[in-house]
């Protein structure tokens, strides 16, 4: 593995600590019962509301769960199996997905609900610099098989 891939998987790596935090304080808030100030910025940002809508679970498994574990999956791959040869491309299919379903949660938010949540924007944020690194470490991947 080169230099430069390492140290794209090392940016996965952190950028995917990053997530962890942002969805276990997600998580905490939707499980909690009093209301929290630090994400309530009037009509256009609250974070309660977004943890708490009947948009915040998936058959029963609250969507900030689902972030944890995903970005627990990137770190895994970035980190233990970062030798491996189709890592590369399991980092890009797994961080897709996760873009995938995070831009379908900022469509709730923006037309369905009609307000913000500044931690889904950072875990957006977070899982699109993923796939972007993804996308950079798959493309590498695939010139080291072209020249071999």
């Known amino acids: 593995m080169s230099l430069v891939s390492r140290r794209v998987m090392m940016a996965i790596a952190i950028v995917a600590v990053l997530g962890i935090a942002v969805s276990s304080v997600s998580l905490d808030h939707h499980f909690r019962k009093s209301k929290t100030s630090y994400c309530d ?34 770190l895994a791959f970035a980190t233990f199996y970062r030798e491996k040869a189709e890592t590369p491309g399991i980092l890009l299919a797994c961080s897709l997905g996760g873009l995938g379903f995070a831009l379908y949660l900022i ?22 610099t993923i ?18």
């Open 41 to 74: 910025f009037g009509q256009s940002f609250n974070c309660d509301i977004v943890n708490r809508s009947e948009y915040s679970t998936v058959a029963g498994v609250p969507v900030a769960l689902i972030g944890i574990l995903g970005y627990l999956a990137l």
């Open 107 to 128: 469509y709730v938010e923006k037309f369905i609900l009609g307000v913000w949540c500044i931690l889904c924007l950072t875990s957006l944020a977070a899982i699109l």
């Open 131 to 148: 796939a972007v690194l993804s996308c950079v470490l798959f493309c590498q991947s695939l010139n080291r098989v072209r020249k071999a």
